[in-house]
């Protein structure tokens, strides 16, 4: 399948053992320079894969630890002192090939670096292939905030092949499938019915649906301004909750939590005629995601209090009031506490 971008002018191809296709884009710049970022994980699993591929053209390979503690400011320097190092122009291209911590920080740098060089994103886990690779949200960690530090930059290309799924543990793919979910909370009733009754996936079903629905919440918002907001379901909680875990929570599960909490709190606050967190949670059990996280409400609220959707010490909530449409609120935080309380209550 193949998605054209029109507004930033880039092609998602959502293939399968697709390697050729990836090449014969490649061979389009064959006169430039290669950066590949990837992780060790990755790398360990398909450095012959990756070498096939890249065979024939100028590349070379930056590698870090697996993991969120890599998405920071160390290694952010790090990738821009190899780059200059091995002189690298506007003229060269760095691929994202891995998570979305590798995506994340490989279009940061490429945002930045002499002001902006292309970047392709390869992205080999579920969650990168319905939601990082795809937005132009990039970015790094910075103090133990979630995305603290960031630009928004698009790629050139996107290679999909849901034939990397193969090396993932079942953890993952469900991590991927925690964000899938909050994309039919936010416009798809039927998609959900699917994904919660579904016996085997389709995944070329669910990346095509996931990534169309997320375009039509970019489109005309690529700055996270308006309407684009509204992905952020799940997240002001969900953000918060990965970092108090410690980053042992992944970051689908956390927004799955938020997503939970805050269907919740809806119907608590009148907003929902049907408590659906119910049927949220029953979903998630099937795919053995987690449904609730313990925490103190105080020690949350000082970390949202960095949060990037606050204006004017307004923040701006996301709150389903039913599976298949949101509403979005500008609340003070003591309005949010009392969301996040009713949240927690009766989990």
């Known amino acids: 399948m193949k998605i054209q971008v029109k507004e930033n002018n880039y092609t998602i191809d959502i293939d399968y053992k697709s390697d050729e296709k990836l ?8 006169d ?28 070379f390979i930056y590698k870090f630890p697996a993991g969120e503690k890599s998405k920071s ?3 952010y320097i790090s990738i821009n002192k190899f780059l200059l ?4 122009n506007r003229g060269d291209i760095i691929i994202a090939f891995g998570g979305g911590v590798v995506g994340d920080i490989s279009g940061f740098v490429a945002a930045t670096y002499l002001r902006g060089i292309d970047f392709i994103s390869v992205p080999t886990t579920l969650l990168s292939m319905i939601d990082s690779s795809v937005g132009g949200k990039n970015g790094i960690n910075f103090m133990n905030l979630k995305n603290q530090i960031g630009a928004f930059y698009f790629p050139k290309y996107v290679h999909i092949d849901y034939s990397f ?13 925690a964000e899938i979910f909050k994309y039919s909370v936010l416009r798809d009733r039927e998609f959900f019915d ?16 996931s990534l169309n629905i997320k375009l039509d919440f970019v489109r005309d918002d690529e700055r996270d301004r308006g309407k684009r907001q509204k992905l952020n379901l799940g997240h002001t909680i969900g953000h918060g909750i990965e970092s108090l875990s410690n980053y042992k929570l992944n970051h689908g599960e956390s927004i799955g939590i ?8 809806a119907y608590k606050m009148g907003l929902a005629e049907e408590d659906f967190s119910k049927e949220l949670v029953r979903a998630f059990k099937k795919y053995n995601l987690p449904t609730s996280y313990d925490f103190e409400t105080e020690e949350i609220l000082k970390i949202l209090k960095h949060d990037k959707k606050i204006n004017k ?28 309380d009713l949240g927690k209550e009766n989990e």
């Open 165 to 177: 799924l193969e090396s993932l543990d079942q953890r993952n793919i469900n991590n991927g499938l």
């Open 32 to 59: 430039a320079k290669f950066l590949v970022i990837t992780d060790e994980n990755v790398l360990g699993i398909y450095s012959e894969r990756l070498k096939n591929i890249m065979d024939g053209l100028n590349y």
């Open 194 to 209: 699917y994904l919660k009754s579904a016996k085997k996936l389709d995944y070329e079903k669910i990346i095509y649906k």
């Open 73 to 75: 400011m160390e290694s």
């Open 313 to 340: 010490n307004l923040i701006n909530v996301i709150l389903p009031v039913k599976i298949g449409e949101v509403i979005s609120k500008k609340i003070t935080f003591d309005e949010l506490k009392k969301i996040i």
């Open 85 to 88: 190092e091995n002189n690298f």
């Open 23 to 30: 090449r014969d884009y490649l061979f389009k710049n064959e």
């Open 258 to 265: 938020g997503t939970i909490y805050m269907a919740r709190a």
